[in-house]
Nanobody, 113 residues
Framework: QVQLVESGGGLVQPGGSLRLSCAAS????????MGWYRQAPGKQRELVAH?????STDYADSVKGRFTISRDNAKLYLEMNTLKPEDTAVYYC?????????WGQGTQVTVSS
């Protein structure tokens, strides 16, 4: 059973920064890709950023230049800078192993003054 444990969410003012972490209970060698989705109230879940086993990254247009995804073995990070109120959402990490996708429990990020 793959477990993903997220941390780092919270309340931050507009323009502030947060760093999300996600620890996976599996060997990095089995992972095809890892990433982050988010879901705001009343909206569909959207892909924020992902990183492949080879280190290639991709970002949603709305976060390019502000968010940075990185990984260290089986631990995943999302550095979020210049946060905006529209970044408010529950953020979920995921890992893909072959055709299977596993999800974290989600961590709330609230951007508000």
């Amino acid at each position: 059973q793959v477990q993903l444990v997220e941390s780092g969410g919270g309340l931050v003012q507009p323009g502030g920064s947060l760093r999300l972490s996600c620890a996976a209970s599996i060997s990095m060698w089995t992972i095809s890709q890892m990433g982050w989705y988010r879901q705001a109230p009343g909206k569909q879940r959207e892909l924020v950023a992902h990183i492949t086993s080879g280190g290639s990254t991709d970002y949603a247009d709305s976060v390019k230049g502000r968010f940075t995804i990185s990984r260290d073995n089986a631990k995943l990070y999302l550095e979020m800078n210049t946060l905006k109120p529209e970044d408010t959402a529950v953020y979920y990490c995921f890992v893909q192993i072959g055709a299977l996708v596993y999800w974290g429990q989600g961590t709330q990020v609230t951007v508000s003054s």
